[in-house]
């Protein structure tokens, strides 16, 4: 399933929140889009969840995602962001951070 994905997206773990599911998936925390349900401004997190961070990782073969049912499971090319997740640096400017 393809989604659209912008041309600045330089790296598909560019960002807190894309990181944040392959850790909570490399944890077995997460099997859906609802297990992602932030707290704080819910539904404008999870509007960019399902807008950006979700095809922009299932694009790059990390997760694998059903928009309809809103299941997430590990992609083919998992193994490779699991190991990297970790050390990867928080940006000092991220505003999705603010949220936890």
């Known amino acids: 399933m393809a989604h659209d994905t912008t041309a600045a997206d330089t790296s598909p773990l560019e960002f807190a929140s894309r990181r944040r599911v392959v850790a909570a998936i490399a944890d077995d925390a997460v099997e859906s889009v609802t297990d992602l349900r932030p707290r704080g401004r819910a539904e404008e997190i999870e509007a960019a969840l ?8 299932e694009e790059a073969g990390y997760i694998e995602w059903d928009p309809e049912t809103g299941e997430i499971e590990p992609g083919p090319n998992f193994s490779e ?19 936890d």
């Open 50 to 57: 399902r807008e950006t961070h979700l095809p922009a990782l």
């Open 81 to 99: 962001a699991a190991d990297h997740v970790a050390d990867l640096p928080i940006p000092v400017h991220d505003p999705e951070s603010a949220d």
